[in-house]
């Protein structure tokens, strides 16, 4: 079956400007994590959705940065007035309620900020 | 809170001799223990995890690792590596809960393995 897609793959911002990321996850799949690689480090976990309800947002760098999944599928995560430190490749994963701790993820977004 | 440490960045390595990629964690509570490999441009693809029982696990592509409670380690190893497993390697935990509810992976810094011919 499909895999999770996240779009745009790469994005490309000028500093100040606001971008929003796409995920679709596995259909199904009820649990959404969104996380940020920087260059050369592993992810780093920014917020966690079970259905629509959003369960953990403890890892959002700042409150620049939201995120959403209003019908429980669909999630966006949106990054307004981007800085340069924004930079990194956001993956979306998702996974069934039960086994939650067995993550699949999607290809990611490059984000660069100008 | 959990931690995970890769000490090796990069591993070069001959095709067709083994491997072993280091992992080591700290928590607090009780993990699930997991591998993943990224190759360029692409998202994470989970090689093998350990949930409970055996502590040798066996993943795709010819991996294996073994959960080491004692030294909190879990290392992945292969016997003989080809040009294909070239890419970055992730080690990542998750805390087991009893009542449901789901935390974020907790991941490595990653290590580089590169082959050489």
């Known amino acids: 079956g499909a895999g999770v897609s996240q779009s745009p793959r790469y994005k490309v911002a000028k500093r100040g400007q606001d971008v929003a990321l796409r995920c679709d996850p596995i259909?199904?799949?009820?649990?959404l994590f969104w996380y940020q690689q920087a260059l050369g480090q592993g992810p780093e976990f920014l917020t966690y959705f079970q259905n629509e309800a959003q369960l953990d947002k403890s890892g959002l760098p700042s409150d620049r940065f939201f995120a959403e999944r209003p019908e429980g599928s669909v999630s966006t995560l949106k990054i307004q007035r981007t800085q340069q430190e924004d930079s990194a490749v956001y993956l979306c994963?998702?996974?069934?309620?039960?086994?939650?701790?067995?993550?699949?993820f999607g290809p990611g977004t490059r984000l660069t900020v100008t | 809170a959990q931690s995970v440490t890769q000490l090796d960045s990069q591993v070069p390595v001959f095709e067709e001799a083994p491997v072993e990629l280091r992992c080591n964690y700290s928590s607090s509570v009780s993990v699930y223990l997991f591998w993943y490999v990224q190759y360029p441009n692409q998202g994470l693809q989970l090689l093998l995890k350990?949930?409970?029982?055996?502590?040798l696990v066996k993943g795709i592509n010819g991996f294996e690792a073994e959960f080491n409670k004692s030294q909190t380690s879990f290392h992945l190893r292969k016997p003989s590596v080809h040009i294909s497993d070239t890419a970055e390697y992730f080690c990542a935990v998750n805390p087991k809960y009893s009542g449901g509810g789901a935390d974020g992976l907790t991941f490595g810094k990653g290590t580089h393995l590169i082959i050489q011919p």
């Open positions: 994963a998702s996974s069934l309620a039960t086994r939650a701790y067995e993550q699949y």
């Open positions: 259909s199904g799949h009820v649990s």
């Open positions: 350990y949930l409970s029982g055996s502590t």
